[in-house]
Structures are given as C-alpha cells and as structure tokens.
C-alpha cells in the first residue's frame, strides 16, 4: 500500500496530483458489490485458478495468477454497456498480456517522455471520465516500434484504472491530431492500438476523441471502421477543435495541455511530473 504522505514530502504537489485521492480500499468496494457482482467476482477467480493448474499439468501457459483486485477489474470491465457480464470478462482474462502488469515507468521511460501519450490529471469527458490523451504526430513507426507504443498505451490505461472510479465506470482518449502526416501511420500499429481500446486489457473506454484530424483522414478512416466493433464505432468522435467542449466537463481548459489551442496545462511538467509519481510510488511498494 502506498504511503502517500511520504511521497508528498518526498515529491511535492506537481507529481501528487497523479495520486489517488480518497480511494476506498479494496474491502469496501467488494462490500459494496451487489450478490449478483459478488458472484461474478467468485466464478472469474475460480475459474483462471482452475485454467492455470489445468495449463501447469499440461505445461501449458498462461500459468500466472491474479490479485483479487486485478480479478475486481476484470468483472467490471466488460466491453459492453454492463459491468459484470461473466463470460466477455473471461474472455478478456484469457487475452490479457500480463507483461503490461510488470511494465514500470524507469523501463519505458524514453517513451514516455517522447509527451506521445498520458494520462492528464484533472480533465475529465462530460460524464465525468478520466481522460487520457494522445499526440500521434510524435510516434514514427519506422523510429520507434509498435511494441513500444502499445507499452506506452498499456501502461497509461493500467495506472488509471489503479483509481476505483476509472476501474468501475471507464475513461476516455483523446487523440489531437495536429501535425499528423502518413510518416505517423501503420495498419499494424492501428490495429494493435484498437485492439487495446477495445478490451485487450481491463478497461472499459467509454469516448474516443479524434480532434483536428487531417482533411484526408477519410482514408484513414475506412481503415480504421473495420478493426472497431460497431458499438465502439458509436463512442468515436472525429470533431474540429472548436467543438470540444462539447464533449469535455467545464472548465476542461485549465487541464488540458497547452500544445492545444485553448489548453492551459504545461505540458512538459505534466509528462516530467507523472513520471516522477510513478517512479517513486513503484519503487515504494517493491
């Protein structure tokens, strides 16, 4: 368990403000689960711990055990509308890479100071989602591998999901696609980073902002259209900057990095800031 007042003296306010805030533990959010969820909770659990001892007596993998908070995660991430839904949660357990788990941020630390994706503290969807947010223009595939981003991608989702409110309701991604050129793209590195969205790990993303994207983006898009299920296709938005309002809470501009037009957050200190939060906070619970 994190000790959070001594990260503060250690660190300061900046990087704090990537820390939990008044989390419930893990007990009183199990206690809080209707007998239904409950359930779902205890199949999910029974369930891997039978797969990996039927894989251990085949030598077969995966053979790696869950926390019973990684477990809490995977009920309540279902890919559709409703949480609980045993059997998409199995099946999102089943295709789930437990390496994002091991991930630390001194490993990727390269990449994510490259400012190519964070999470950014504060900005929420109109809902009241937290938001994680892309520049595409930064990642070349040709200088920087998929696995790499998709590192980046993974680790972004999985330390928010650490907060219970972005673990049981969602979060949601905004790509700004200022300066975005083909040098940017690849079908692989596309559909690697759709398939994540769309329930590779235990997240539940609930909006897609594409913001500002290039006025050949149409080709993209119908690239794009078929590695998305039609119910995520529905959460997709592709929208000028003028219209993003619309779609964050109010006052989303003290927040939002001010690489964007109407952002008034410093995004250097952002990226520096939740790196050093996550350094210290990984090297205190190891």
């Known amino acids: 368990m994190l000790d959070l007042i001594t990260l503060e003296k250690e660190l300061g306010p900046g990087p704090m403000r990537f820390a939990p805030k008044e989390e419930r533990s893990f007990q009183a959010q199990m206690e809080s689960l209707s007998p239904t969820e409950k359930q779902c909770f205890h199949n999910l659990k029974e369930k891997w711990n039978k797969h990996i001892e039927e894989n251990k007596e085949k030598e077969k993998t995966p053979t790696h055990s869950y926390s019973d908070e990684m477990i809490l995660r995977f009920a309540r991430c279902s890919p559709g509308r409703n949480k609980f839904e045993e059997t998409a949660s199995w099946k999102v357990m089943k295709k789930f890479d437990p390496r994002f788990l091991t991930l630390t941020a001194e490993e990727i630390e390269k990449q994510l100071l490259s400012k190519t994706l964070f999470p950014v503290p504060g900005l929420k969807t109109n809902e009241g989602h937290d938001i994680f947010y892309m520049y595409p223009a930064r990642y070349f595939p040709k200088e920087t591998t998929t696995e790499e981003i998709i590192d980046n991608l993974g680790y972004c989702m999985n330390t928010m999901c650490e907060m219970e409110k972005a673990s049981s309701e969602g979060i949601g991604f905004m790509a700004y696609m200022n300066d975005w050129k083909m040098s940017n793209f690849s079908i692989d590195y596309c559909y690697q980073f759709m398939m994540m969205l769309q329930g590779r790990v235990p997240v539940r ?17 119908k690239i794009m259209k078929p590695m998305l299920s039609p119910d995520f296709r529905k959460k997709v938005h592709v929208i000028k900057e003028s219209k993003i309002g619309d779609f964050l809470m109010e006052g989303y501009e003290t927040y939002l990095p001010d690489e964007t037009a109407t952002g008034k957050a410093d995004t250097e200190s952002m990226v520096e800031d939740f790196v050093t939060y996550r350094k210290a906070a990984e090297k205190q619970t190891m």
Not at 205 to 221: D, K, T
Request: glycine residues 6%; aromatic residues 24%; charged residues 5%.
């Open 205 to 221: 993303v609930r909006m897609f902002l594409i913001v500002n994207p290039p006025s050949w983006f149409g080709m993209i898009w």
